[in-house]
């Protein structure tokens, strides 16, 4: 029995709730738990008996998330993990058949709107970008930004999301975006095992919220294990609350308020929630409820069973107080419900559990056996007119009876009967392909589509627009240009927000926001802790809820410190969500040569390696930045903009237009136009590559050079592999490591670009060397590619051409 009675003075009995009233209201709450626990149950077994893949499940945390789910209300925000499908169904967030689509891997968003078949089962998400591009009103919705696999990875997020609400609550200029916010009366509510609060990324989001004091509820499933790692191995004193108790807010100081409560208590977890949140809600201070005793009844996950690491005893304390079980116990023992009536709401629930999965699985099953049935009858037709007919009716035979078929079944038939078939004249095969071609079609939309929005809002549909210059457009220095950039754009469009370490009243260690905080306010440029990973998901939240963020990382060697919340969170949202997520966050670094280990970082190639799903884009100087930023800022992707550490104070000429000129994402330039070798570069080589040019020509080489601008898209209009055709020899410089950013590059333009089929001599590629670039100029010029370098590279080639007019130097 739980030890927590029902107070007389319980807000769960409500003056003015009638005990009939309360008792519908407890009954709906278990019948929701305890459907969730058959989904449990029911969605085991179905991997076990080979219908799905994986399967990871909430049993054992649903009355807390009962009771979580009665203070949550519309426009507020979930930002959690696998565990949350009982939340997610007594908000009706997310319900049965969708549960069970997702656990199937059904690609229909219809099915499966959270991740449209795309995601491992239990990882939730509301549709809150509708299909054309356009913010659904959040305010009147509930919102579950999307999970990630990644355990902690959704933290930093749950603080932009609890940040907006700051935001739209002290910012009186955003009043009007009211299909956001409610003047920020929405709460981030978060949920974390208490395994991955070892994590640094949980850490940083929790000290960061309880410095800005936004309303972030975070709850705390501890069931005492992390998979088979105990407490005692996790976490010091094995009481998270415990060793988080020096953020407590004081009288005179900020902070959180602690709640801790056992997570079989009915009573006791809806009284602490209501607490709780009204607290968060009201006051925009962050809370944390620990939420202990839970258990997990069927073990961590499908891969393995929890008999192999815990005691018997605990298996005994953890059937014994399990939270259902408690429930139903206190429920009889408060003549709530009898005994018969409660086998009675049990045995309907699991019906209707039941039900669910059935029809779900039935109607995949259909949709697959029809296509099946087109593929098995056009094979049919083939095999009439085949040399083969014998193999390709085992084949077609093999294909009516797979148990479970997936489309990779009937795709692999059609491909296998086509190779089989390679050198028949068969008309029938004609029919076949053209069938392929249309599944391809749609295969491709379910499995391979919405990396980006690519909607009406995509940074690609930004109107072009020239720099324009008069005759006495002033030289000033490039971290001018792009202050003015800025400042057009603050003035322009009151969602745009800006900050990072050193932001706000400095205006950033380069002074790209110089004057700026104290033009806009300090709501607008701000200055934020040491916290790369969280100054990303600030932006991730921001940039969810319909602000324009640009989260700044101080130096591009620094992004490393936020690089699982770009490549995990950021650069999939888009795919995972089926594009019915977005968050368009530009962020802005500096970077490529300077000196020092940590201070000349170009690692482009783990960047394109780790972020597709972002713009990466490389401008060479601060008028090239600033026409990119123009058209981040009316776009709706997110993006990477690394701007050349060492160009800020380099003299650019002001383009008139400076807040609305545009330099178009993915557009190659040719910067000097020559015949013998295409040499392609980005960011600060190029002003090298430059000069080297003017050298060579006194050598009598004419070298074509090519600034992509951005490496992803990368030269969409293939001008790389034109100037190729012209001058049949390539070098690519790249400050990035041998076969890193540059392996890229060649792929783009030799194989994409089909540059190789231009090629008269071996493509090259001058990069820096394997090590980080030592401290001091000699270190530079002897570890990254040098005005000598290139010259001697592009005269190498030069010379394997022609070496009676190009001799060997050395
Ligand atoms: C960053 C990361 N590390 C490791 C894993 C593998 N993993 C998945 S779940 C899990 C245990 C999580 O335990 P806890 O946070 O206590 O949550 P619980 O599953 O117990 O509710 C681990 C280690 C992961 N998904 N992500
Ligand atoms: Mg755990």
Redesign the pocket.
């Known amino acids: 029995m739980p030890e927590t009675a029902l107070h007389a003075n319980s807000k769960v009995i409500n003056a003015e709730l009638s005990f009939e009233d309360f008792k519908k209201i407890v009954i709906n709450d278990y019948r929701i738990g305890f459907e969730s626990r058959q989904a449990s149950l029911i969605g085991r077994r179905e991997v076990l008996t080979g219908k799905a893949k994986f399967g ?1 499940f909430g049993d054992g ?1 649903e009355v807390a998330q009962m009771a979580m789910a009665k203070a949550f209300k519309k426009g507020d925000w979930r930002a959690g ?3 949350d499908q009982t939340f997610m169904f007594a908000t009706g967030m997310s319900n049965l058949l969708e549960f069970f689509a997702q656990l199937y891997a059904y690609p229909d968003v219809e099915k499966d709107p959270a991740s449209a078949g795309r995601q491992m089962n239990c990882h939730y998400a509301t549709r809150f970008v509708n299909p054309d591009g356009s913010w659904v009103n959040q305010a009147e919705t509930m919102n579950c930004s999307a999970d990630i ?5 959704h933290m930093p997020r749950l603080l932009g999301l609890a940040y907006a609400s700051k935001l739209y609550r002290q910012n009186k200029e955003l009043e009007y975006l009211n299909t956001f916010s409610v003047n920020g009366n929405e709460v981030a509510f978060g949920s ?8 640094g990324l949980f850490f940083e989001a929790f000290n960061a919220a309880g410095v800005l004091q936004v309303p972030m509820a975070i709850s705390v ?7 088979s ?1 105990p407490a005692k191995l ?1 976490t010091t004193k094995e009481d998270i609350s415990e060793i988080l108790k020096g953020f407590q807010r004081e009288a005179d100081t900020n902070g959180y308020e602690i709640f801790k409560v056992r997570g079989w208590d009915y009573v006791a977890l809806c009284e602490t929630y209501e607490r709780a949140i009204t607290i968060c809600r009201n006051e925009h201070v962050p809370v944390l409820i620990h939420v202990t005793e ?1 258990t ?1 009844p069927q073990g ?2 499908t891969s393995g069973s929890h008999e192999r690491y815990k005691t018997k005893e605990r298996l005994a304390w953890e059937d014994e107080h399990d939270c259902l079980l408690q429930m139903r116990k206190w429920m009889i023992a408060s003549a709530i419900a009898t005994e018969p009536e409660m086998d009675d709401l049990e045995a309907n629930a699991k019906k209707y559990v039941r039900d669910c999965q059935r029809q779900v699985w039935n109607e995949l099953c259909d949709g697959i056996r029809s296509e099946l049935n087109d593929a098995a009858r056009l094979i049919d037709k083939v095999a009439e007119h085949s040399a083969v007919q014998g193999e390709l009716n085992d084949l077609v035979s093999e294909l009516r009876e797979c148990i479970d078929p997936g489309r990779r079944d009937v795709v692999a038939a059609i491909r296998k009967t086509l190779r089989l078939t390679v050198k028949e004249n068969n008309l029938q095969k004609q029919q076949l392909i053209n069938w392929l071609n249309e599944e391809s079609v749609k295969n491709a939309a379910r499995y391979n589509s919405k990396l980006f929005s690519r909607s009406q809002y995509s940074p690609q549909n930004v109107e072009h627009v020239p720099a324009r210059y008069y005759e006495d457009s002033k030289f000033i220095d490039g971290r001018e240009v792009l202050n003015a950039c800025f400042e057009a754009n603050f003035d322009r469009d009151k969602t745009i927000v800006a900050f990072g370490e050193d932001v706000g009243s400095i205006g950033d260690v380069n002074q790209g926001f110089a004057g700026l905080q104290g033009k806009f306010g300090d709501l607008r440029i701000t200055d934020t802790g040491i916290r790369e990973a969280t100054i990303i998901g600030q932006g991730i939240g921001l940039a969810m809820r319909g602000l324009k963020p640009i989260a700044e990382i101080q130096y591009l060697d620094y992004l490393l410190y936020s690089i ?1 919340v770009l490549s995990d969170d950021l650069a999939t949202l888009s795919y995972r969500t089926y594009g019915g997520q977005k968050a368009p966050l530009i962020v802005r670094t500096r970077g490529h040569r300077l000196e020092g280990i940590w201070h000349s970082g170009s690692p482009l190639g783990l960047i394109l390696n780790s972020m597709r799903g972002l713009h990466i884009c490389v401008p060479r100087d601060m008028t090239q930045a600033a026409g990119m930023y123009n058209v981040l800022l009316r776009g709706d992707e997110p993006a990477l903009m690394i701007e050349c550490l060492n160009g800020y104070r380099l003299k650019e000429r002001l383009p008139a237009n400076v807040g609305e000129f545009t330099v178009p994402l993915g557009k190659a330039e040719v910067l000097k136009y020559g015949t013998d070798i295409t040499v392609i570069s980005y960011g600060s080589t190029l002003r090298i590559v430059m000069e080297a040019a003017k050298e060579l020509e006194k050598l009598g080489i004419n070298i074509e050079v090519i600034d992509p601008q951005t490496l992803y898209p990368f030269d969409i209009d293939n001008v790389c592999g034109t100037s190729l055709k012209k001058t049949s020899k390539l070098l690519i410089v790249d400050e990035d490591l041998p076969g890193a950013a540059s392996a890229y590059i060649l792929q783009r333009v030799l194989e994409a670009q089909k540059g190789y089929y231009s090629l008269d001599a071996q493509p090259r590629t001058l990069c820096s060397k394997e090590h980080r670039p030592p401290y001091g100029s000699d270190g530079d010029y002897f570890s990254k590619p040098s005005f000598d370098d290139i010259i001697e590279a592009v005269y190498a080639l030069m010379n394997e051409s022609d070496p009676h007019k190009y001799p060997s130097i050395y």
């Open positions: 990871i945390k993990y696998y565990r696999s990644t355990t902690g990875g974390i095992g208490n395994g991955s609060t070892s994590e499933w501890d069931d005492a294990y992390a998979i790692v996790q839970m997990q961590h996950s699982n």
